[in-house]
């Protein structure tokens, strides 16, 4: 049971370039999503799915497209590379949680991509 | 929308006391969840503890325990005898248990334990 896992650790882009970052859970989870973390900002929701088919947008999705064809796999695909995506961006997987009084919907993150756009 | 409140960007303690990091929180929802992660200088986001909204009692595992004040809408992490290993930043966070069921997370403290 690997978790959550996330690919590349480490990437540096140019301006323009395109990449997808990769995140895979083998829990099951119906619930994943992706964050960016800035310094002195937190970790602010790009975009979020509640199973294979479904996605939205989160806090702040400009820049970043999303699908999710399988339970397993969601990944982030930055079409056009700026500057200002530079940051650590971490997927997270969960249940989703129909009987919100009695578990701990816990969301697990994987280990984080470091992204520097140049 | 939720809102996560932090107000101690750092704290220092000596080691094997206990520390409280303070969190208050906004939201208009009836249901939610309340989260501690530890987030070390290697980076990875570690689970702490919950606190459901619904729960009467406080959370509780091992040296971690959260003091889930309803009324004033705040959720405090506490760390009894703190560790070197501690030392790290913590986020609280939150989660609509309905709807979207999104996580917010407030900007962090870091905690720093001296020997």
């Known amino acids: 049971n690997a978790g959550v896992t996330q690919t590349p650790k480490f990437q540096v882009l140019k301006t323009g370039q395109s990449m997808t970052l990769q995140c895979a859970q083998d829990?099951?989870?119906?619930?994943m999503s992706w964050y960016r973390q800035d310094p002195g900002m937190g970790l602010r929701l790009i975009h979020y799915?509640?199973?294979?088919?479904?996605?939205d947008q989160g806090e702040v999705p400009n820049g970043y497209n999303v699908s999710r064809s399988t339970t397993e796999d969601f990944p982030l695909r930055l079409l056009s590379a700026a500057p200002s995506q530079t940051s650590v961006y971490f997927c997270?997987?969960?249940?989703?949680?129909?009987?919100?009084?009695?578990?701990?919907?816990?969301?697990?993150f994987g280990p984080g991509t470091r992204l520097t756009v140049l | 929308a939720q809102k996560i409140t932090q107000t101690q960007p750092g704290m220092f303690v000596q080691e094997k006391e206990a520390v409280t990091l303070d969190c208050t929180y906004d939201?208009?929802?009836?249901?939610?969840?309340l989260f501690w992660y530890k987030q070390p200088s290697s980076g990875e986001m570690i689970f702490l503890i919950y606190?459901?909204?619904?729960?009467?009692q406080n959370a509780t595992e091992g040296r971690y325990s959260l003091n889930f004040q309803k009324a004033r809408k705040s959720a405090n992490l506490v760390i009894s005898a703190s560790q070197l290993g501690d030392s790290a930043m913590y986020f609280c966070?939150?989660?609509?248990?309905?709807?979207?069921?999104?996580?917010?997370f407030g900007q962090g403290t870091r905690l720093t334990i001296n020997p």
């Open positions: 997270a997987s969960s249940l989703r949680d129909y009987l919100v009084r009695f578990s701990t919907d816990t969301q697990y």
């Open positions: 829990m099951n989870h119906e619930y």
């Open positions: 799915s509640v199973g294979a088919g479904i996605t």
């Open positions: 939201t208009s929802d009836p249901s939610y969840g």
């Open positions: 606190q459901g909204s619904y729960d009467q």
């Open positions: 966070a939150m989660r609509e248990l309905e709807g979207a069921q999104k996580l917010v």
